[in-house]
């Protein structure tokens, strides 16, 4: 995948996955541009790849606004999605219709990436997800809350996995959707126990009621990915928390501990988008 593409925009680029996304383009030797896609907007020159890493905080009109701009680059564009889709994010659904009417009407070479329970350091503490709700209260010494009994399960992907896989499917000629993840399935009362270990806690385990639409197994069919992209996870999720644990332990005592394979040099060769379209 080494010098793949010349010039990247990533959309959301300053979010967890996002600057992670970033620093791994740019160790490829990718130039990167980072944009709010809020509004219409234009970057100067050309423009290879569009990773759409934006929430759906952004809006429909992101989604739109970055699939225009690749339209009008000719570049390729990678939707990063959510495992959850199909249930009820709604923002997501409408961005995998709108990615999927661009693709079919040969405006822009599209794909769409759904994404599985990505986690690791850099993640910010009030992240409101698993592993760093669990991280920061067994590292407080405060309960860890599970919802239902703890037999639900959960597949942790690390971040770097994730990245790796939207890259390869960037540098592919497959539309999607395909799912980006790590099916080694483990229960949310099994990664509860891993985290306080880790943590050396003694926090106890709160059981609450769970959301009555929560998904009891939720693990990824990754068949695609393994037989077109070669994609395998790399990093395990025992591993895998060792490392965040760590890092939030660190981010914790603070200051907050600088998020990996980004550093200020780096960081610097990011330039924003400033044109804006009227």
Not at 3 to 17: D, E, I, K, N
Not at 212 to 219: F, G, I, N
Not at 239 to 250: I, K
Request: aromatic share 6%; glycine share 10%; proline share 6%.
């Amino acid at each position: 995948m080494a010098g793949q593409f010349r010039r990247a925009v990533v959309t959301g680029g300053t979010g967890f996955l996002g600057w992670r996304l970033c620093g791994h383009l740019l160790a490829q030797g990718t130039d990167v541009v980072v944009c709010d896609v809020a509004e219409p907007f234009e970057v100067a020159g050309d423009v290879d790849l569009v990773m759409h890493l934006a929430t759906q905080n952004s809006g429909s009109l992101g989604t739109r606004n970055a699939l225009e701009l690749a339209a009008r680059k000719d570049a390729r564009f990678v939707l990063a999605s959510t495992s959850e889709a199909t249930r009820y994010a709604e923002a997501k659904r409408y961005a995998e219709a709108l990615t999927g009417a661009y693709q079919r009407g040969g405006y822009a070479n599209t794909a769409i990436a759904r994404i599985f329970n990505s986690y690791g350091p850099g993640m910010r503490p009030d992240d409101g997800r698993m592993v760093p709700a669990f991280a920061c209260q067994a590292l407080r010494g405060e309960p860890l809350t599970i919802h239902s009994d703890g037999t639900q399960t959960r597949s942790l992907c690390h971040a770097d996995d994730t990245v790796r896989g939207l890259l390869l499917l960037a540098a592919s000629d497959l539309t999607g959707p395909i799912n980006i993840g790590n099916p080694d399935e483990a229960s949310v009362g099994e990664i509860a126990a891993r985290i306080i270990s880790l943590a050396e806690s003694s926090s106890p385990v709160r059981y609450v009621s769970g959301p009555a639409d929560d998904a009891m197994p939720r693990t990824p069919d990754i068949t695609l990915a393994r037989s077109l992209l070669g994609f395998e996870p790399r990093i395990g999720w025992r591993d895998g928390l060792t490392e965040t644990v760590a890092w939030f332990r660190q981010a914790l005592a603070g200051p907050v501990a600088p998020v990996p394979y980004l550093d200020g040099r780096s960081a610097a060769r990011i330039a924003p988008a400033a044109a804006r379209l009227g």
